[in-house]
């Protein structure tokens, strides 16, 4: 098991790697209030390993409490959020109930935002069990809801105590879900980690085979990067702004084509494609990395060409995003692959050339 710390003062907390780690009640413990805990999870998600991870706390004495929500990111939604707050109240947990969050990215922002708000706040833990959520969503704090009108619209910053990754729950994760996990791993490369972008493109193959090796050391590579930029920025006022890239054409290809019919990796990915070009258009990247890219997108099974929504909607759709500023959309744009920048001193003419690309 390898471990890592966010350092954020007060608000810090570990993040443990390793392979079956549903077993170490060990790990959790210290970080429990009370023994009692609530296990959010999904119907999917739930005849995995709910059984085990909630064996493991009660042979502790652990009381544990099953909040089984429906799956999918259309249900990443008020409604949903509810259901938790019924269960919690029907059990009548109180502020040192721990919330766990059991499954990928839609259940860790869901239960991170009930942690949030319930009685104004109780402790969560994240346990990613997607490529995806092990390598940036339970990390860093964002916790939040979509809107109909745009993707993660409401929410707030709150951290966990602590974020187990357990690597063999990976094994049970469909092909298409581990490909839109690379997706973001592929990010830290391309923002901020050149020599790790030049590791994934000698290993992609490695990763898309689940080779156990490869992919610990991507995990902890992208935990590593994510942590260093959130206890830099914990609120996005500045440098974490980069993990966003090609989020701003990613959310609005997730929220027009419907959430959950493109997978939030595979949005990434082709936004990230369209990022590039208007960056390319700047000068600021050559054919040469564009290809790259390409090349290591399509390695990973991901999309690298956006869906035709026309030039109007997209620019409708990215008006909403929490980038903008004064009523300018602001992008995260690449100045060579291993450097980024947000910026929304980018040509118009070339934005709109950009977009009829997906037009
Ligand atoms: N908070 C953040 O910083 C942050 C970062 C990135 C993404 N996100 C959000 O995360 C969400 C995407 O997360 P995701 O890609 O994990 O999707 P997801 O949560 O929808 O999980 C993908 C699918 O895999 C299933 N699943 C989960 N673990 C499994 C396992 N071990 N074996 C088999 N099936 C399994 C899920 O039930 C689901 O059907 C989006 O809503 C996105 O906006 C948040
Ligand atoms: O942690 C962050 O900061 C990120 O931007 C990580 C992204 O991968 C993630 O999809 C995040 O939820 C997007 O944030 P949003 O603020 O644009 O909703
Ligand atoms: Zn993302």
Avoid at 36 to 53: F, H, K, M
Avoid at 212 to 235: G, M, T
Avoid at 259 to 287: F, I, K, N, P, Q
């Amino acid at each position: 098991m390898q471990t890592l710390q966010v350092e954020l003062g007060e608000r810090a907390y570990p993040i443990h790697i390793g392979s079956h780690l549903l077993a170490r009640a060990d790990l959790i413990l210290p970080h429990l209030k009370r023994k009692q805990v609530a296990i959010v999870t999904n119907t999917t998600v739930a005849p995995l390993y709910l059984e085990q991870l909630s064996q493991t706390l009660q042979a502790a004495g652990v009381a544990v409490i099953p909040i089984i929500l429906p799956d999918g990111e259309q249900y990443k939604n008020s409604d949903t959020l509810n259901l938790i707050y019924d269960a919690l109240l029907q059990h009548r947990c109180e502020r040192s109930t721990t919330l766990i969050a059991l499954g990928g990215g839609v259940i860790g922002d869901l239960t991170g935002y009930a942690a949030a708000t319930y009685l104004r706040g109780v402790p969560f833990i994240q346990i990613p069990t997607t490529l995806l959520s092990q390598v940036d969503s339970s990390v860093g704090g964002k916790t939040g809801i979509n809107h109909p009108l745009g993707k993660n619209m409401i929410g707030a910053f709150y951290q966990p105590q602590l974020v187990l990754a357990d690597i063999a729950t990976l094994h049970t994760l469909p092909a298409r879900e581990l490909s839109a996990g690379l997706a973001e791993v592929i990010k830290y490369g391309l923002i901020r980690d050149l020599p790790f972008f030049e590791w994934l493109e000698a290993h992609m193959a490695e990763l898309v085979a689940l080779d156990e090796d490869a992919l610990r050391y991507a995990i902890y590579r992208s935990c590593e990067n994510k942590a260093e930029v959130v206890a830099k920025d914990e609120r996005e006022s500045g440098e974490r702004a980069l993990l966003n890239l090609g989020h701003t054409f990613g959310h609005a290809v997730e929220n027009a084509m419907g959430y959950g019919v493109w997978l939030h990796g595979e949005a990434v990915a082709a936004g990230t494609m369209l990022a590039a070009d208007l960056s390319r258009r700047m000068g600021w990247l050559s054919d040469a990395d564009i290809a790259r890219m390409r090349a290591i997108f399509v390695a990973a099974g991901l999309p690298v060409e956006a869906p035709a929504l026309g030039v109007e909607r997209y620019l409708d759709l990215m008006g909403l995003d929490k980038k903008v500023v004064d009523g300018k959309i602001r992008f995260v744009l690449q100045q060579g692959i291993g450097k980024s920048l947000v910026t929304s001193d980018y040509d118009k003419a070339a934005l709109q050339a950009t977009l009829a690309l997906a037009a």
